[in-house]
Nanobody
């Protein structure tokens, strides 16, 4: 199993930046893909970004392309989501997720392990 802990959330102004981290522990010796999802109040959880085990492949939802960057450092068992030019509509609880395997996944049901979430609030 993999345990995930997110950090780095907080309050930012529109146009500002935040960097989320997702630290993995447990059976991290096996290859695993990582995804970031978010859930705003009253809305369903939605995909944000995903990265393959090798970091060769990444994928983003359209609304964050060019503003968010997903990355990972397998030596540190940590994945990151750099969020720039934040907008009020980015306000949500952000979750990282992991799934064993080398290929990235874009659907929540493909992920087995989830963190507890970190709140991101963007003020206008």
């Amino acid at each position: 199993q993999v345990q995930l802990v997110e950090s780095g959330g907080g309050l930012a102004q529109a146009g500002g930046s935040l960097r989320l981290s997702c630290a993995a522990s447990g059976r991290t010796s096996s290859s695993y893909a990582v995804g970031w999802f978010r859930q705003a109040p009253g809305k369903e959880r939605e995909f944000v970004a995903a990265i393959s085990w090798s970091a060769f492949s990444t994928y983003y939802r359209d609304s964050v392309k060019g503003r968010f960057t997903i990355s990972r450092d397998n030596a540190k068992n940590t994945a990151y989501l750099q969020m720039n030019n934040l907008k009020p509509e980015d306000t949500a609880v952000y979750y990282c997720a992991a799934a064993y395997g080398r290929n990235l996944r874009m659907n929540a049901y493909e992920y087995t392990y989830w963190g507890q979430g970190t709140q991101v609030t963007v003020s206008s």
